[in-house]
């Protein structure tokens, strides 16, 4: 397997997401959300905002409720996917950092997305500004070390292959509940739930199931890297983490989880 870069680039490329592979490989993203949902608790008649929607299963599952639901998402290749599967429901690309509504929503939610965006003070204030007076925002996403065992092997296997400048290409923000939940507080919100929770996760397709990982969402530590030069590096980090992750037949990745519920106060 050799992983797609973008070669005339300065910068990695994000939102450039295969949403077969997504949707095929990957299901756990959304099918992990139940308790999530749980706490939004969407009411019929309530609008909801799903920030960060992806293909847009989550935001079907909320319409269940019935509530009505818009579902936003920088990537082009979710929304189209998005509105294929669902046609009836309303789909967006809006950048989560660049919300622009006002007063529209009883509750925002998002599911595994904020931590791909590193500036979360204006994700914070969006939402704020998207919430009705009362309204609810409900997230979980990566905190403070998730994935660490998975980063720190990636890291290593690019210093030894000779590409340490690479480890600057890290995607994420996992911050810590303080940090998170003082950011929160600072726009003004009730902080009402905020917890970090282990979550080992199973990756599906056995002994694929790191390098298939790694091709979905960390395919940017590879870029400018040329392809033939990409199957030893996949192969040096295997190593080294299959003792660490890789249990009766499949990987398990370190996930770490914050999960926050917090109020716009009237």
């Not at 920088?74 to 622009?100: C, D, Q, T, W």
């Not at 931590?115 to 905190?143: C, D, M, N, S, T």
């Not at 992750?245 to 914050?258: N, Q, T, V």
Request: include cysteine.
């Amino acid at each position: 397997m050799s992983i797609k870069t973008a070669n005339n680039t300065k910068t990695p490329i994000l939102n450039d997401w295969d949403v077969h592979l997504y949707d095929d490989r990957h299901r756990y993203v959304s099918h992990l959300a139940t308790d999530l949902l749980q706490l939004l608790h969407p009411t019929p008649g309530e609008h909801i905002l799903d920030l960060g929607c992806g293909t847009g299963h989550l935001t079907y599952r909320i319409t269940g409720s019935g509530a009505e639901v818009t579902g936003v998402d920088n990537a082009v290749s979710m929304i189209e996917r998005a509105s294929h599967s669902y046609p009836h429901l309303k789909f967006a690309v809006i950048n989560a950092a660049a919300l622009g509504m006002n007063e529209q929503f009883d509750g925002v939610f998002s599911n595994a997305v904020l931590h791909w965006i590193k500036e979360p003070e204006k994700v914070i204030e969006g939402v704020w500004q998207a919430l009705k007076p009362g309204g609810r925002f409900v997230a979980e996403f990566g905190g403070q070390g998730n994935v660490e065992t998975i980063v720190n092997g990636i890291y290593e296997a690019l210093d030894e292959a000779g590409y340490p400048e690479n480890q600057s290409f890290n995607p994420w923000y996992f911050p810590s509940i303080a940090e998170y939940g003082t950011l929160l507080e600072r726009q003004g919100f009730q902080l009402q739930v905020a917890t970090l929770f282990d979550r080992p996760t199973r990756l599906e397709d056995g002994k694929n199931g790191l390098r298939n990982w790694i091709e979905m969402f960390a395919s940017c530590f590879f870029h400018n890297i040329p392809a033939e030069q990409q199957e030893p590096i996949l192969t040096r980090i295997e190593k080294k983490l299959h003792s660490k992750l890789y249990h009766e037949g499949s990987w398990i990745a370190d996930y770490k989880r914050i999960r926050i519920k917090a109020v716009k106060l009237r």
